[in-house]
């Protein structure tokens, strides 16, 4: 076996920080190598600091990094990629918000899983774009997909029959679909339309560059993230925090408020 080097670069998206001690910062990054990651930014937070500015939340940053005993430290960083359109722009600052919150939640500590890097990394990319409609459903769906929790949407979850087209149900506490005949106890239960259960179904197998062109009703778009909302609470036993400020924004955005302040910081 042999020992990984003291030092070593790593590209990483920001997570969260926190501040520690006088001056320094604790961060959770996510990487393409090494998964979560905590460590801690010396003096990060002094006005003369050459961190300051590139280990932001949300930021994709190259960091220089020496092994701690029980944290590693950063040394040097380099931001990659600001987003900067996500930040100004508070609704698609609440979806980025909502998605990292969501890595920290479901990503265990220092266990590499490249595909959760490359989504966290195109849902930003994506935010930063376009931020179409259907991005929220797919990142969520491929998220527990990668975290090893991909709903059951071709057979009953009860029975394992195969669905026949129809009026199907959908069990968060069991994580998949229902067919017609099945009614277990005690288990919440919630309305899935033929609808929903196909593009489930798509976002399951097509690429994002795909999905990102698919036109989605509103009804359907509301049937998906009730569904996914409860699958994650499920899943991460609790509410995701940055869901009450995602929906805030949302319901601002159909109401007028918030749209027109959004709609201001986006100009120029
Ligand atoms: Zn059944």
């Known amino acids: 076996m042999t020992t990984p080097p003291k030092i070593y670069k790593t590209e990483a998206i920001v997570l969260k920080h926190f501040a520690i001690g006088e ?8 990487t393409p190598n090494g998964g979560k990651l905590r460590a801690v930014a010396k003096g990060a ?10 280990l932001e939340p949300l930021m994709r940053t190259s960091v220089l990094m020496t092994r701690g005993q029980n ?25 980025a918000l909502y998605i990292s919150e969501l890595v920290d939640a479901i990503t ?12 966290l990394f195109e849902a930003m990319r994506s935010l930063n774009e376009n931020a179409a409609p259907s991005l929220m459903p797919y990142f969520q769906l491929r998220l527990l997909d990668y975290s090893g929790f991909m709903p059951e949407l071709y057979k009953c979850v009860e029975c394992g029959s195969t669905l026949a ?15 017609d005949s099945c009614h277990p106890l ?11 259960l196909k593009v489930l179904r798509f976002l399951q197998r097509e690429t994002y560059a795909n999905i990102e062109r698919l036109h989605l009703e509103q009804g359907t778009l509301l049937e998906l993230e009730r569904l996914m909302e ?17 929906n805030q924004v949302a319901q601002g955005r159909t109401s007028d408020g918030i749209s027109t302040l959004t709609a201001s910081n986006t100009k120029g």
């Open 23 to 30: 001056a320094d910062y604790l961060l959770t990054m996510y």
């Open 45 to 54: 937070r002094r006005v003369k600091s050459k961190l300051g500015g590139h």
């Open 71 to 95: 944290l590693d430290n950063i040394n040097q960083a380099e931001v990659m990629e600001g987003f900067r359109v996500v930040r100004e722009d508070l609704d698609r600052l609440s979806r």
């Open 108 to 119: 265990p500590d220092e266990q590499p899983n490249y595909p959760i890097y490359r989504l």
């Open 165 to 179: 087209p129809g009026h199907h149900r959908f069990t968060p506490d069991r994580g998949g679909s229902l067919c």
């Open 186 to 196: 005690n288990v919440s239960v919630l309305p899935l339309s033929l609808d929903t």
């Open 230 to 246: 409860a699958l994650l609470r499920h899943v991460l036993d609790r509410e995701v925090k940055a869901t009450r400020f995602l």
